[in-house]
Structure formats: structure tokens, C-alpha cells
């Protein structure tokens, strides 16, 4: 019988716990330094869950990504440009362990959606936010576009860096035009947080059953 998550995958659990319930936050009005700290151990507990049992290669670069957004994840909270730069920091990083896990030979389709996904970002982001917005963006579409053409599962790994895509869109639309809807942080929060835990478990879980390390 195959353990519960609990035991399994305890960081997991944990990260699942304050990510599904961090919008709770804004709703309880909770104190700003307490709701930061609930906001990074979303994906910050995602590090250790990454780590739990390799510490090198792939899984210390996607730790090195899962904690710089954690990190950008609170640092957003006192200052859009210097959480942003953390973003692009993590967005670079994630860069360099997709290009080490290139698919061959990919289909033209796919091809095709990771170059789109790769220009009109930086265009969009321009249109909704201005230039500054738009560099950012570069890292964050070449990012996601590379998620999108590497081996990793693409309806995990490649969803997961388009959700991430969706939600920054979302948030450049807030920040530069005065967009909102109803629950709109919700749908910006739930878009981020679930798109990296689909890029973590497809990571990991891809990782492990290649190298025929224990079961993560």
C-alpha cells in the first residue's frame, strides 16, 4: 500500500496547505508580516520538497528556482521592481535546466507555440505596462517557452510555466491599465502558486524515475 502524502511527501503537503489557503489571508486581515511569510512558505516549501532526497544537478537548480520565487514572492510585497528582478533571476535559472533538458526533435506545433508564447509576451506586457514591464518579460516568455520545448511532461512542466505566463499577464493588466474583476487576486494567486507546483512535482517526479533515484 502506498503511503499518504503526509508521509510521503511531507513539504509538499505543507506548501499544498499554505498555497490553497494564503487568499484566506486577505480575508482574516491578517498582519502584513504574517501574510508574507504564509505567501513565501507557499513555494518555499517546495525547496525542501525538491531536496528531500538529492542535493545536487537538477534538483539543487530547481530548489535554486523554487526559493528565488519565494524569496520574490515576499520581496513584491515592499517593492514591484526588486521582487520583479528576483522573478527574472529565478526565470534565468530555470532557463539554464530546461536547456539542458532540450527535446529532440520536437513536432512543429510545439515548436511554434514556444516561439509565440517567447515574442508576444514581451509584446503584450509592453502594450499593458510599458518597456520596463517588457524586459522583464523577456526572461519570463523565453522561460516559459523553453518549459514548453524540453522533455519535461509538457502538460505539467510546460501547463504549469503557462499558468505562470497567465498570471503575470493578469497582474501587468491590474498594475497598468487599473484592470480588476471580482476575486481577481484569487485567479492571479491560484494561477502562480498551482503553475509551480506543476513545474515541481514534473520536475522531480521526471527526474527521479529517469535516474532511478528513490521515489520523490
Known sequence: MKEDLAHKRPWLLVSLVFGLSYPLAAMWHVPE???VIWKMASVGALVPYALRRHHNGEFAMLAGVLGLCALADGVLEFSLTAGGAIFAAAHLLAIALYARHRRVKPVVSQQALGVVVAILTPIIAYL?????TAIYAVSLSIMAGMAWMSNFPRYRVGIGAMMFVASDLLVFWREGQ??????MAWVIWLL????????ATGIVQTLVKRG???DA
Open 192 to 199: 502562480y502558486y498551482l503553475g509551480m507546483v506543476l513545474i
Open 178 to 183: 487599473g484592470g480588476q474583476f471580482p476575486a
Open 212 to 214: 532511478h533515484f528513490d
Open 33 to 35: 508580516i504574517f501574510a
Open 128 to 132: 499593458l505596462a510599458g518597456a520596463i
